[in-house]
């Protein structure tokens, strides 16, 4: 059956998703691991216990950060 | 060795925000020249707490994922802010820290100035206060300025990082007569943080009092980090059973340590 989509940026570069995702398929669209990221969804900090509610709208800023090594 | 010294050093945990802590060397993860010799030099180190820090990816290049290893070796995270320009990006960079960490501990350190990475005092300030309003443990990377720890402890600041000497410049305890005021006045733990560039550095600031030392460019870029980790393990705990033993005065002329006078009479 066809699916509508809805546009997004994360970090920037726009990506296409099926209507009625939620983050935590986002990030598992984008093979990125769910431990150690944090996410913003139009400069708002989205808690890691709503990304499974948390649908993605067409035209979300997304931002993807990831822990890294530092001092 | 005198029992009570001994006593001293078994029992001697260090804690903050109820954490007990058995080592006082605090570890960074950055500038490893690869991932297996970063864990087996923390592991060398003893640490408990390591740094890291947090950056919004880039979507054409993968990240390592640096977290699996630290967390296997059960070691305690501590996320910086680094990279924040001002309290308003600290703030906003460790309610994400919290997040991608599952930690309310957070290093908060803003340096807008590149050259230097000197710390912003009252930006630094202005985020601590926000981020203990907010439940944080919030541990600030300073300049050795007294008053400014006081007011951060004031501000509900769980520790206090003051700098040896500038980040990744190796050159040690720059700061020492402001640290040794610091340490004296302060009622939550003094971590030296930044510049200490060989274990002896370490050592004297455990000499000097300070409770903890962070250490991360001195480990990463040795010839061996894995040894140098070691030796910083070695030179923090000498420093601290040193403090603990009592330091002898110092005298501006000599003090005889052998009994010259009964050999001299009796020729």
Known sequence: ?71 | MDNKIINKMNNDQLIIAGKAFSSRLFTGTGKFNDQATMVAALQASNSELVTMALKRIDMQSKEDDILAPLIKNGMNLLPNTSGARNAKEAVFAAQLAREALQTNWVKLEIHPDPKYLLPDPIETLKAAETLANLGFVVLPYVHADPVLCKHLESAGCAAVMPLGAPIGSNKGIKTAEFLEIIIEQANVPVIVDAGLGAPSHAALAMEMGADAVLVNTAMAVAGDPVAMSRAFAKAVEAGREAYLAGLGGQSQVAVASSPLTAFLEAG
Do not use: C, H
């Open chain 1, 1 to 71: 059956m066809w699916k509508s989509k809805v546009k997004i940026n994360v970090n920037e570069q726009p990506i296409e998703l099926d209507e009625q995702a939620n983050i935590e398929q986002l990030l598992t669209f984008l093979d990125s691991p769910l431990k150690g990221s944090a996410i913003a969804v139009n400069q708002k900090i989205i808690s890691r216990s709503e990304w499974a509610n948390y649908k993605l709208q067409e035209n979300d800023q997304v931002s993807l950060f990831q822990a890294i090594a530092g001092g």
